[in-house]
C-alpha cells in the first residue's frame, strides 16, 4: 500500500540554521506529494505541494523538490526562526477508483532555539 | 466560514460509554474526512465521505466505529462501548472534489480520554 516514511525527531536547530527534513514515499501510481504543518494548538494546514516529477513546491521560506527518481520529497529552508518550530508531515495522495485520501507520515517536530 | 469545526474540542469518558464527535465542514466542501491521531504519530486515515455517501469506511478500526454525514454537510463520528485504547486526538478534515493535488483542510480536532 501506499505509505511515506519521515525522519525521527525532534530536530533541533539555532535560529537562522539550515534545515532538512527528510521524507521518502511509496506509491504505484502518479501521487501528488504534501508538507503539512502543526503548529502548537492548531490544526494541520498547508504548507506546500508538488504534483509531478521535478516540481518544486515553496512557501515561506520552505521548499521541496518532487523527485521520482529516489521517490523522495525533502524539505528544506536556508534559515529557520523561532516560530518555525512545529510539527511537519509530510503526505501523499494518488487516485484510487476515483477515491483520493491523503497518507500521512508520523511527523518530524522542529524546535528553533533563539 | 472560517474553516473545519470540530466538537467538542476535549472528551473524557469511562470505558464502555459511547461518545459521539462532529465536524462541520468548510461548507463548500464535498469531501469529508476522518482520521485518528495518536502521541507521536502522523495523522491515520479510518473514514471517507464524498456529499452524503461514505466511500471508504474499511479502514474503521473495528466495528465499535462508525460515521454518518446525513444530508452531505455536518458529519458524526461514533464510538461504541469505548476502550482505553480509543484514547487519542480524532481529526476532520474536508476538501473540494479534485485530483490528488487538491489540498484538504484539517479541523483542531477532538481529543478523547478513555478512563
Known amino acids: 500500500g501506499d505509505s511515506v516514511t519521515q525522519m525521527e525527531g525532534p530536530v533541533t536547530l539555532s535560529e537562522e540554521a539550515f534545515l532538512t527534513i527528510n521524507c521518502t514515499y511509496t506509491?504505484?501510481?502518479?501521487?501528488?506529494l504534501f508538507w503539512y504543518v502543526q503548529y502548537p494548538g492548531e490544526g494541520l494546514q498547508l504548507l506546500l505541494k508538488?504534483?509531478?516529477?521535478?516540481d518544486k513546491g515553496s512557501n515561506k521560506g520552505f521548499e521541496a523538490t518532487y523527485r521520482k527518481e529516489t521517490t523522495s520529497f525533502h524539505l528544506e529552508k536556508g534559515s529557520v526562526q523561532v516560530s518555525d518550530s512545529a510539527v511537519y508531515f509530510c503526505?501523499?495522495?494518488?487516485?484510487?477508483?476515483?477515491?483520493?485520501?491523503?497518507?500521512f507520515g508520523r511527523g518530524t517536530s522542529l524546535i528553533v532555539h533563539p | 466560514d472560517t474553516g473545519v469545526s470540530q466538537n467538542p474540542r476535549h472528551k473524557i469518558t469511562k470505558r464502555g460509554q459511547n461518545v459521539t464527535f462532529r465536524c462541520d465542514p468548510i461548507?463548500?466542501?464535498?469531501?469529508l474526512y476522518w482520521y485518528r491521531q495518536t502521541l507521536g504519530q502522523g495523522p491515520e486515515f479510518l473514514t471517507y465521505?464524498?456529499?452524503?455517501?461514505?466511500?471508504?469506511k474499511s479502514r474503521l478500526l473495528s466495528d465499535r466505529f462508525s460515521a454518518e454525514r446525513p444530508k452531505g454537510s455536518f458529519s458524526t463520528l461514533e464510538i461504541q462501548r469505548t476502550e482505553q485504547g480509543d484514547s487519542a486526538m480524532y481529526l476532520c478534515?474536508?476538501?473540494?472534489?479534485?485530483?490528488?493535488?487538491?489540498?484538504?483542510?484539517f479541523g483542531q480536532g477532538t481529543r478523547l480520554t478513555v478512563v
Open positions: 465521505f464524498q456529499n452524503e455517501a461514505q466511500l471508504e
Open positions: 478534515a474536508s476538501s473540494l472534489i479534485g485530483g490528488s493535488d487538491t489540498e484538504a483542510f
Open positions: 506509491a504505484t501510481g502518479y501521487p501528488s
Open positions: 503526505a501523499l495522495s494518488v487516485g484510487r477508483g476515483g477515491s483520493y485520501i491523503p497518507t
Open positions: 461548507s463548500e466542501h464535498n469531501r
Open positions: 508538488a504534483t509531478k516529477a521535478d
